[in-house]
């Protein structure tokens, strides 16, 4: 018998964990969740108390990419909400 053939199917048809593993894998990614909001949301606050970018212009460029793309662990409303507001912080600074 296969190895994919021995695990059993979730709902949605995708094999679940063994051994409760899924739940286990369920918390992980709530927690990852959890570190990446605070994170984003520091990124916010930095960018919101500046008067100009407080970032060196690597570190600025890179929050630049890769701010959008780490908000897509989270709900799609609070992820969007935090796209558009730290487009607007950059905005902001960049005319400064």
């Known amino acids: 018998m296969a190895k994919a053939d021995s695990l059993e199917t979730s709902r949605r048809g995708q094999p679940e964990l063994p051994g409760g ?11 990852d969740a959890g570190r990446m909001r605070e994170l984003l949301h520091g990124l916010l606050a930095e960018a919101r108390a500046a008067q100009r970018i407080p970032w060196p212009p690597v570190n600025a460029e890179l929050y630049r990419v890769l701010f959008p793309e780490l908000t897509f662990c989270l709900p799609e409303e609070e992820a969007a909400w935090l796209r558009r507001e730290f487009a607007a912080e950059l905005a902001r600074l960049e005319a400064a």
């Open 21 to 31: 593993a899924a739940a286990a894998a369920a918390a992980a990614a709530a927690a």
